[in-house]
């Protein structure tokens, strides 16, 4: 009987020490303070300035000037990894372009901010393609920074989240696919979750798309809620 006692005592604690160590996991991986350099390159570019001088962009380029001098590869690493999506923006106008299937598509607002700062890969539809959980601002004389997730099907972008009615319309957004587990290898089939984080954004150079950011608090969540993308505070 004592054994048997011992037995369900010490399987109470491995539980114990388990659930520790998920919620461990799960706070190790979400970090302010952390420092990331987004991608700026000039891979693609003079193949992009080609295809966008053979089409009719119309409302897409509101009559900017689309000079390859200023256009620059900024795909984030896990979206080349993951998709054959790329992500072009101007660092003179901040105009964000992403060209799908030898299409160019207006990816997020940009006129008067950042235009794209970062985005993950995220099938929200669950239809088997990858979509775009986007963060990006924007705004003439009002500074804001909005979530969005541009479906790579139906090549619209969903507004998932705006901080111009917030007590802080101006303060810069991130967006983090976040593990459950805080290494590859254990995280391979548990859930991610997409947070949502306060960031200070600075410009290399004055080029505005070679951008680098430090997190400096999370704000919330984008979960899916009845086939729908949701933005959830942070409890």
Same mark, same amino acid.
């Given at each position: 009987?004592?054994?048997? $006692?011992?037995?369900?005592?010490?399987?109470?604690?491995?539980?114990?020490?388990?659930?520790?160590? !998920?919620? @461990? *996991? +799960? %706070? @190790?991986?979400?970090?302010?303070?952390?420092?990331?350099? !987004? %991608?700026?390159?000039? #891979?693609?570019?003079?193949?992009?300035?080609?295809?966008?001088?053979?089409?009719? /962009?119309?409302?897409?380029?509101?009559?900017?000037?689309?000079?390859?001098?200023?256009?620059?590869?900024?795909?984030?690493?896990?979206?080349?990894?993951?998709?054959? +999506?790329?992500? $072009?923006? $101007?660092? #003179? %106008?901040?105009?964000?372009?992403?060209?799908?299937?030898?299409?160019?598509? %207006?990816?997020?607002?940009? $006129?008067?901010?950042?235009?794209?700062? *970062?985005?993950?890969?995220?099938?929200?539809?669950?239809?088997?393609?990858? =979509?775009?959980?986007?963060?990006?601002?924007?705004?003439?004389?009002?500074?804001?920074?909005?979530? &969005?997730?541009?479906?790579?099907?139906?090549?619209?972008?969903? /507004?998932?989240? =705006?901080?111009?009615?917030?007590? =802080?319309? &101006?303060? #810069?957004?991130?967006?983090?696919?976040?593990?459950?587990?805080?290494?590859?290898?254990?995280?391979?089939?548990?859930?991610?979750?997409?947070?949502?984080?306060?960031?200070?954004?600075?410009?290399? =150079? *004055? @080029?505005?798309?070679?951008?680098?950011?430090?997190?400096?608090?999370?704000?919330? &969540?984008?979960?899916?809620?009845?086939? !729908?993308?949701?933005?959830?505070? *942070?409890?």
């Amino acid at each position: 009987m004592k054994r048997i $006692f011992c037995l369900i005592q010490t399987v109470v604690i491995l539980i114990t020490l388990t659930a520790c160590q !998920t919620k @461990n *996991n +799960i %706070s @190790n991986n979400i970090e302010s303070n952390a420092d990331y350099t !987004t %991608s700026c390159t000039k #891979d693609y570019v003079d193949e992009f300035i080609s295809i966008i001088g053979k089409l009719e /962009l119309g409302d897409l380029t509101s009559g900017t000037k689309l000079e390859k001098e200023h256009c620059y590869n900024v795909t984030p690493l896990c979206v080349c990894a993951q998709t054959d +999506i790329k992500i $072009f923006k $101007f660092s #003179d %106008s901040c105009l964000s372009l992403a060209l799908i299937d030898g299409e160019v598509y %207006s990816v997020c607002d940009s $006129f008067g901010g950042y235009g794209f700062v *970062n985005a993950v890969p995220w099938d929200y539809d669950e239809d088997g393609n990858l =979509d775009l959980l986007v963060a990006s601002s924007w705004g003439s004389g009002l500074h804001r920074s909005v979530i &969005s997730v541009f479906n790579t099907t139906t090549k619209e972008s969903i /507004l998932v989240y =705006d901080t111009l009615n917030t007590e =802080d319309p &101006s303060v #810069d957004l991130v967006v983090e696919a976040v593990p459950l587990a805080s290494s590859l290898k254990e995280s391979q089939d548990l859930p991610i979750y997409y947070q949502v984080f306060t960031a200070k954004i600075e410009a290399k =150079d *004055n @080029n505005l798309a070679d951008l680098s950011y430090t997190t400096t608090g999370v704000v919330g &969540s984008v979960v899916v809620e009845n086939t !729908t993308p949701v933005f959830k505070y *942070n409890s």
